[in-house]
C-alpha cells in the first residue's frame, strides 16, 4: 500500500482482538465503497507483543502505541 494517504483509524485503551477485526473490516467497506485501498492504524496505549505482531505481520495494521499525558 505504498504512496496511501487514506487510512482507516480505531483507537482503544489497549490493543485487543475486537479493535483489529474492526480495522479489517472497516478497511474492506471503504474498499467496497470508494474502491480504494487505506491503510489500517490501530492507535493504543496499551499492546501486547503477540497481538501486535498478529496485527503487523499477518494484516499489515499499523498500530501506535501513545503514552499518557
Known amino acids: 500500500m505504498k504512496n496511501c494517504s ?25 474498499y467496497k465503497h470508494s474502491g480504494k485501498m487505506a491503510k489500517p492504524m490501530i492507535i493504543c496505549r496499551k499492546a501486547s507483543r503477540e497481538l501486535k505482531e498478529a496485527a503487523q505481520l499477518e ?9 499518557e499525558m
Do not use: D, F
Not at 7 to 28: C, D, K, P, S
Open 59 to 67: 494484516q499489515g495494521i499499523e498500530v501506535i502505541e501513545v503514552s
Open 6 to 30: 487514506e487510512y482507516i483509524v480505531e483507537v482503544e485503551r489497549e490493543l485487543n482482538y475486537m479493535a483489529i477485526g474492526q480495522v479489517v473490516t472497516y478497511r474492506y467497506l471503504y
